[in-house]
């Protein structure tokens, strides 16, 4: 298939299309490089044979985008591009409105006006809120805890609107639960601007010595260890299951959410320990108060995804911080390396 990636240079995105040109898809980016480099085309190139075709694009700006699907013939659109940190879209709600709910509109039209109707979307857990019981699996309750969550939720509302208004469309909405870990050659990876809002780029700085000590927002969760609990999942199982994904798309009606995670809960403690094996590096940590807007734990009944997919996840926790220190290991700062 001929696929336009939007805000395919990001972590996911770019692993993303190292699975999608390994099992021959064709590949056209669209990011703006707003959370992201344009280094990862070169990077590509290396792993792959082959750089993707990569269009400096804020897919905001309708006009632009419309020229990009009139000179172009896709088979299908995968939709990557928003902005992600849950803090940051408290303080900047109309900026996180504005680029994700404003941007898969634009996206969406442009999709329909050239008549290109099939998506895989990525959603998030975080639509789920504060679950009521976990495992979740997809019937659970919808809600949104931060302005983030409220986009997603938002453009996840929209696609099934279009699904339902035209039955032509058909769209899948994958809601990730905890990303991590990185290519195993170390080649692409997740590189965060300023201080890590997530746990493993966090300890990634901490084992590279790049910050002091982790802080493990607290210990008195009702938990296995009194620690959060996340379904962390590879992000080269994730990339994986966009392939199946869209090759599934034939065969869906409508709107189709789906949870991709392992399925099983990690604490922070217990990923640290397995973190501090893999790389031979100790992760000083204190524990300190709960986050605001954090829950217990959270994971993912990902049954319905492996049915309809035929995907599961094969990479565990060892594979995931294995991976995730080696990128770190070998870009301390990220894609500012070059
Ligand atoms: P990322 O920031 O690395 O990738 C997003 C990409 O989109 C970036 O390259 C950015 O430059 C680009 N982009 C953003 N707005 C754009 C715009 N208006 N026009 C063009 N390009 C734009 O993030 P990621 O971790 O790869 O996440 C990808 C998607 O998955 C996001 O939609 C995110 O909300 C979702 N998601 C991420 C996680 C996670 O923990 N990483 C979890 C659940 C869902
Ligand atoms: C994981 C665990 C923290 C950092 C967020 C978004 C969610 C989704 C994924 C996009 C929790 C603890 C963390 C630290 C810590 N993103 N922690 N010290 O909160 O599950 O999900 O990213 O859609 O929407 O909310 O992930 O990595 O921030 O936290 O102790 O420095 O690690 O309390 O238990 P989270 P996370």
């Known amino acids: 298939m001929r696929v336009l990636v939007c805000g395919g ?7 993303t299309c ?7 898809h064709e590949v056209v980016v669209v990011d703006n490089f707003c959370n992201s480099s344009p280094v990862v085309a070169e990077r590509l190139q290396r792993i792959t044979g082959r750089a993707p075709d990569v269009l400096r694009i804020d897919i905001r700006d309708a ?3 419309g020229r990009v699907f009139s000179g172009d ?3 299908a659109v995968i939709h990557f591009a928003a902005l992600k940190a849950v803090g940051e879209s408290c303080e900047k709600p109309l900026d996180y409105f504005d680029n994700n709910i404003a941007g898969t509109i634009a996206l969406l039209k442009a999709m329909q006006a050239a008549g290109v109707r099939r998506l895989v979307f990525s959603s ?5 809120g504060d679950p009521a019981s976990v495992p979740i699996d997809e019937d659970a309750a919808l809600s949104a805890t931060n302005p983030y969550g409220r986009t997603k939720l938002v453009m996840e509302q929209l696609i099934g609107d279009v699904c339902a208004a035209d039955p032509a469309w058909q769209a899948i909405s994958l809601r990730y639960f905890n990303p991590v870990g990185a290519h195993p050659s170390g080649l692409i990876g997740e590189s965060p601007n300023g201080i890590p809002n997530n746990l493993m780029p966090y300890i990634c700085q901490v084992a590279v010595g790049k910050r002091e000590r982790l802080q493990v927002f ?3 969760w009702p938990t296995v260890d009194g620690t959060g609990v996340r379904d962390y999942i590879h992000v080269m199982d994730l990339a994986q299951a966009h392939v199946h994904a869209l090759e599934a798309l034939d065969g869906v009606q409508g709107h189709l ?3 991709l995670g392992v399925g099983r809960g990690v604490s922070v403690l217990e990923l640290v320990r397995a973190f501090e094996a893999a790389s031979g590096r100790t992760v000083p940590y204190a524990i300190v108060d709960r986050r605001a807007g954090d829950v217990a734990a959270v994971y993912a009944d990902p049954a319905r995804a492996e049915r309809i997919l035929g995907w599961r996840a094969i990479r565990d926790v060892d594979d995931m911080c294995r991976d995730a220190w080696r990128w770190q290991s070998m870009n ?5 390396d070059g």
């Open 9 to 15: 240079a990001g972590y996911i995105g770019s692993h």
């Open 73 to 75: 013939r896709f088979d």
């Open 332 to 336: 301390p700062d990220g894609y500012a």
């Open 124 to 128: 998030s857990a975080t639509v789920y």
């Open 18 to 24: 190292v699975a999608l040109a390994e099992r021959g």
């Open 63 to 65: 006009q632009t985008l």
């Open 257 to 259: 959410p789906l949870n």
């Open 218 to 220: 607290g210990g008195d």
